[in-house]
């Protein structure tokens, strides 16, 4: 939802600009969505499985590490492209375009650097958790700002 909600008022103003940020950044989130939903799916049969063989179990974690790290890469396209998109329409302020930018960039460090973080997960691997802390407070101001235009509108509307 807050993806097409933010696609919805970024679209004008990408077409008026020439530009797709905005669904770039739906894109990230399609594709997010869909990769998280098979991290859920491995983590479902890691739980009930009744498998002895351990070559099978190493392959379900090998498979949730492997999906894991694109959800990472897909989550930094998405607000890759909402920042932009968001700061060109002057929806979001700079620092809320900044930190997104910012914790795509750690996301997608992680991501790079995924190999080494599923062999150990030491510095490295926090990495990705920061990005993802710095993502939360992103999601939130940004549905923030979102949830704030939309009542803005409806009060015109009324006026």
């Not at 969505?33 to 799916?41: H, L, Y």
Request: neutral net charge; charged residues 10%.
């Amino acid at each position: 939802m807050f993806g097409a909600g933010a696609v919805s008022v970024l679209w004008r103003s990408d077409r008026a600009q020439g530009t797709a940020w905005s669904l770039v950044g739906f894109a990230g989130v399609i594709l997010q969505n869909i990769t998280f939903t098979g991290v859920m799916a491995t983590r479902l049969a890691l739980a009930s499985t009744t498998a002895q063989d351990s070559d099978t179990i190493a392959g379900l974690w090998a498979l949730h590490d492997a999906l894991f790290v694109f959800n990472g890469t897909f989550l930094a396209l998405a607000m890759t492209g909402l920042s932009v998109s968001g700061r060109r329409a002057g929806l979001i302020h700079r620092w809320l375009g900044g930190i997104g930018l910012l914790a795509a960039a750690l996301q997608f460090g992680s991501a790079v650097l995924g190999p080494l973080v599923i062999d150990d997960p030491g510095p490295v691997g926090l990495l990705g958790l920061v990005g993802w802390l710095i993502w939360v407070v992103w999601i939130v101001a940004y549905g923030l700002t979102l949830i704030r235009l939309t009542s803005v509108a409806r009060s015109a509307e009324t006026a």
